[in-house]
């Protein structure tokens, strides 16, 4: 996959129990972006946050909360990004999206694995 080094980020922010067709939203969504063939894509679990509703979400010891919140970011151009964003549009109900700019750098090893 050859990507420009002046690439954009996508940050889409959800909650933990966020559901499509029965499966955990963050994990639909990072198959889809796979699907479509977008450079990649990663999950991140906080342990804090609030959204909308501004209703705390928090993880404790002696309460644990199961509806923490979630960041699904995914790597591309812009324009790639954009039309994954209008196709996902219709399924997140609640939510927030960022695109930024990024500068990409690709780490790989130029010698094969045993």
Not at 11 to 40: C, M, S
Request: net charge negative; glycine share 8%; aromatic share 8%.
């Amino acid at each position: 996959m050859v990507l420009p080094q002046a690439g954009s980020l996508l940050r889409i922010f959800l909650g933990e129990d966020d559901k499509h067709e029965g499966r955990a939203l963050y994990e639909w969504l990072v198959l889809q972006a796979r699907e479509r063939g977008l450079a990649g894509a990663t999950v991140l679990r906080g342990l804090m946050g609030f959204g909308a509703h501004s209703r705390l979400h928090t993880f404790k010891i002696e309460r644990l909360s199961l509806d923490l919140p979630i960041v699904v970011e995914i790597v591309d151009t812009r324009e790639k990004l954009e039309a994954f964003l209008a196709e996902i549009d219709p399924v997140i109900h609640e939510g927030l999206a960022t695109i930024e700019a990024a500068e990409v750098r690709f780490y790989r090893s130029r010698q094969p694995h045993p």
